[in-house]
């Protein structure tokens, strides 16, 4: 898993939601944000733009290694 996966992945368990109501708030498929968590793919800038949005997270936080 990269480490913008498993952010994202740790952002989801803490707002307590599972991956299909995540996936639809941020308007990706199930399947799509499973591959993010998992490290087989990125999120798209429009993905991260989602997330910025609708959960007020400051994309430094993804990007840096070293947290």
Do not use: C, V
């Not at 996966?5 to 499973?34: C, M, P, V, W």
């Not at 490290?39 to 429009?46: C, Q, V």
Request: hydrophobic letters at 35%; zero cysteines.
């Amino acid at each position: 898993m990269n480490k913008i996966g498993a952010k994202i992945r740790i952002l989801r368990k803490q707002l307590n939601l599972n991956q299909n109501d995540f996936a639809e708030t941020i308007g990706i498929s199930q399947g799509r944000l499973s591959e993010i968590e998992q490290g087989k793919t990125r999120p798209s800038a429009e993905t991260l733009y989602e997330l910025r949005k609708r959960f007020n997270i400051d994309l430094n936080w993804l990007f840096d290694e070293g947290q």
